[in-house]
């Protein structure tokens, strides 16, 4: 059964640092494009972060452009994102999301997703 957990989510002030993780099982997820997704209270999921199969290409949401970091390890079949600078309007539950490939920029293009770690930054 294929999985994705994610973990290291939390409360931090404005200005902090978290990085989150997503651990996949289940199968390889090396030829897979992996990305991470996020959904506010009353708002839809929206985009963030996508890292292609070999890590080569990386896009961002403009709205975290040059203070987020997304990477992966593809012999641990982790997927990481590093967010610094953190604002209270990044508070929402992160999700990572995977499919074959490509590029994920869109929540309909994700074949597995993760249950979600809750991130929440205070002014």
């Known amino acids: 059964q294929v999985q994705l957990v994610e973990s290291g989510g939390g409360s931090v002030q404005a200005g902090g640092s978290l990085r989150l993780s997503c651990v996949a099982s289940?199968?390889?997820?090396?030829?897979?494009?992996m990305g991470w997704f996020r959904q506010a209270p009353g708002k839809e999921r929206e985009f963030v972060a996508t890292?292609?199969?070999?890590?080569?290409?990386?896009y961002y949401a403009d709205s975290v452009k040059g203070r987020f970091t997304i990477s992966r390890n593809i012999a641990k079949n982790t997927m990481y994102l590093q967010m610094n600078s953190l604002k209270p309007e990044d508070t929402a539950v992160y999700y990572c999301?995977?499919?074959?490939?490509?590029?994920?920029?869109?929540?309909?293009?994700?074949?597995?997703w993760g249950q979600g770690t809750q991130v929440t930054v205070s002014s």
């Open positions: 289940g199968r390889s997820f090396s030829s897979y494009a």
């Open positions: 890292i292609t199969w070999n890590g080569g290409s990386t």
């Open positions: 999301a995977a499919r074959p490939y490509g590029v994920l920029r869109r929540p309909t293009e994700a074949d597995y």
